[in-house]
């Protein structure tokens, strides 16, 4: 069992968080979830439907995964030193590290992305790519892995980023049954991106 610290704060993108964690809740014996927060808390997001956070940063948990969604609410994140400071932390003791979206701007500001290659959404990209000149931004990639982060585009890619740490850890046969499961069709190639012609980046 692997445990999965995925942060919300206010203004989080809603299937940037629960695109990733529908794919990882088809394997709960493998997975387990805990909904982390600055306060113990229900939290809304962007889109408004809210959810219950029963972790804090307060709180000591043993976790080998983390994910950091995006959304709107990074704007105001990405100020929050106590959050980017959590972020930090945590990463620095988890297996591996994922971001969805924006969520890579948080990644960016806490040094985590420090040297290493990533991406993010296109149409936000160069706002998130000015958080941090340290990271190797890549503008044209559904996902990136590299070593223990991954890093993925806008949204619904979050879900292809997702299998791919499924197939990472529990092999690229499981995590095809997963995407059946799920009836998703998983763009297994990272380099598949169509929104970075779209936003004008390449």
Not at 143 to 166: K, Q, R, Y
Request: glycine share 8%; hydrophobic share 45%; aromatic share 8%.
């Amino acid at each position: 069992m692997q445990n999965i610290a995925a942060l919300v704060f206010p203004g989080f993108e809603l299937l940037d968080l629960f695109g990733p964690l529908q794919m990882f809740g088809m394997m709960k014996s493998d997975f387990q979830v805990h909904i982390v927060a600055e306060s113990k808390a229900v939290v809304e997001s962007n889109a408004g439907p809210s959810i219950l956070a029963e972790v804090d940063f307060d709180d000591a948990i043993d976790h080998d995964l983390i994910l950091v969604p995006g959304g709107m609410g990074t704007r105001q994140e990405i100020n929050n030193t106590r959050l980017i400071n959590w972020i930090a932390k945590a990463a620095d003791e988890a297996e591996i590290i994922m971001s969805v979206c924006t969520g890579g701007a948080l990644l960016a500001k806490s040094g985590v992305l420090d040297g290493r290659r990533a991406t993010t959404n296109k149409m936000a990209f160069e706002w998130v790519r000015s958080q941090s000149t340290a990271v190797n931004w890549e503008k044209q990639a559904r996902w990136i892995e590299d070593g223990n982060l991954f890093t993925s585009s806008g949204v619904s890619a979050g879900m292809d980023m997702s299998l791919a740490v499924i197939a990472r850890l529990h092999g690229k046969k499981q995590a095809r049954k997963v995407a059946t499961w799920s009836e998703y069709e998983w763009h297994e190639d990272s380099s598949y991106d169509p929104f970075a012609k779209i936003h004008g980046l390449v």
